[in-house]
């Protein structure tokens, strides 16, 4: 097997095994603890969050079933948050502080995220949050910063600006690669977002997303990425615990912007950034959803005075939902599309080689 190694990917210092199969099982030990340190954490996360009252406030427009989850603590994707970078500072930095990046990245957007839970939760019952203008201006500092990360030379940067086509092979985009990158952080960041609405569904569809990273990422040899995303599958697996359906806990902004941001992160890490729409086909359905509702909503209220709809309420899991379709329905064949475009996310990527 031949390993495309990236020059900021190893050095000698790594605590971290040098050689991929190791690394590989030190990194799936890691999400077993990262997983193990988020059941420890999150039950007293879960009684703060209830003590500061930082409650749903449930959209009254909404299914009417989700009203029984008023009053449920959101913003449980600090626990996401805290683990992982606790465990990548200890065991994945050193030597590989390309692994600075998703970590701050990640804590940039749970502090973005929290903010906006925190605000909309003083909106009271309109439950507004920040503006649009000021969340997607703060998200796009995020992306730019990002973006310059991965393209400016070593060592100040990753060097990265090339795209992989699938079946085809890899290219050199130049400078088009920072608008890519910064735009991606953002909608992806965006998207996840907007799948956060059922129990498990957000966190889930992640979960999957960031195994099928660390696959391609050990395809190539990138090993802090392998470990990052594993780590970031234990944690999520540790917050599902208590989002499991009926929730204890929403993983709020505070997750959802992270987590987001994060997998567009290590996706453009691993230079395999064009098949993101393909990993995360769910995201990409649910805020496409949204653009189109909107979008159709204005078009025809402009040409014929009445706005009409494609969808019967968007995102799109809220559309099944009305369709007659149960919560955990809903989540589990979210989940099983979730699978199946990973898989074929990792095959495009290895056709690639």
Partial sequence: MTFFVPAFVLTADSVMPSDPNQNMAV????????????????????TWLRMQKVRKLVREEGPQTHLVKTGTPTMGGIMVAATV??????????????????VGVLLACAVLGALDDRLSLLGGKHGKGMSATGKFGWLLLVGIAAAVILHAPYPFGLELHHIYLPFIGRYDIGWFYLPVAAVAIVAMANAVNFTDGLDT??????????VAYAIIAYRQGQLGVVTFCFTMVGALMGFLWFNA???????GDTGSLALGAALATVAFMTGQWLLLPVVGAVFVAEVSSV???????????RCTGEGRRVFRMTPLHHHFEMLGWSETQVTMRFWMIGMMAGIIGV???????
């Fill in 27 to 46: 990194s799936l030990a890691l999400a077993g603890l990262a997983f193990v340190i988020t059941l420890i954490i999150g039950r007293p996360i879960v």
């Fill in 291 to 301: 653009i189109i509702q909107v979008g159709w909503f204005k078009w025809t209220r």
């Fill in 85 to 102: 970078i606790v465990v990548t500072l200890v065991f994945n930095t050193v030597g590989r502080l390309s692994m600075l990046l998703p």
């Fill in 347 to 353: 095959a495009m990527a290895l056709v690639q080689f």
């Fill in 245 to 251: 359906h009926p929730a204890q806990v929403f993983m």
């Fill in 201 to 210: 569904l957000a966190g889930g569809t992640a979960a999957i997303a960031f």
